[in-house]
């Protein structure tokens, strides 16, 4: 979870346990909509790893420089692998190229489809519900059950 620094609440805000102080409800309230929002599509309740338990700011910053330390790996291609790692922004990656070699990348595959090769379509469904109340019932054939 983060915080814009623009945020008026932000110079209250330095981690986790700031929110529950400064903010009483919220987390519970974000749990809930990440646990959920995809079931009206049909899809199965969320899963959290930790138990459920929110993270504190160190645990989220080893995170983040374990991520970047792998995308490091990947974009200097000091692991091998088949991922197309050429780029027009990181002049010391081995894959740098010119705008102009990505232009003739971009323009030698077919033009991009925003509904993609025969997407179905797409019934959006709105459910309002207290953060309290439980989600269970019958979707798309598919029984959800409360935890």
């Given at each position: 979870m983060v915080i814009d620094i623009n945020d008026p609440l932000a110079?209250?805000?330095h981690d986790i346990s700031d929110v529950d102080e400064h903010m009483p409800g919220m987390?519970?309230?974000?749990?809930?909509?990440?646990r959920n929002y995809k079931i009206p599509q049909g899809k199965p309740m969320n899963q959290f790893g930790f138990d459920g338990e929110w993270k504190d700011k160190n645990f989220a910053k080893s995170i983040i420089k374990e991520t970047h330390a792998h995308w490091l790996e990947l974009i200097m291609r000091r692991k091998e692998g088949k991922i197309f790692t050429e780029n027009t922004s990181l002049p010391n990656s081995p894959f740098f190229i010119s705008q102009s070699e990505a232009g003739d990348v971009?323009?030698?595959n077919p033009p991009y489809n925003a509904a993609g090769p025969g997407q179905p379509e797409q019934k959006s469904v709105f459910v309002h519900?207290?953060?309290g109340e439980p989600v269970c019932g019958e979707i798309r054939g598919r029984y959800c059950y409360p935890e």
């Open positions: 110079e209250k805000l987390l519970p309230a974000t749990r809930d909509f990440l971009i323009n030698a519900r207290s953060v």
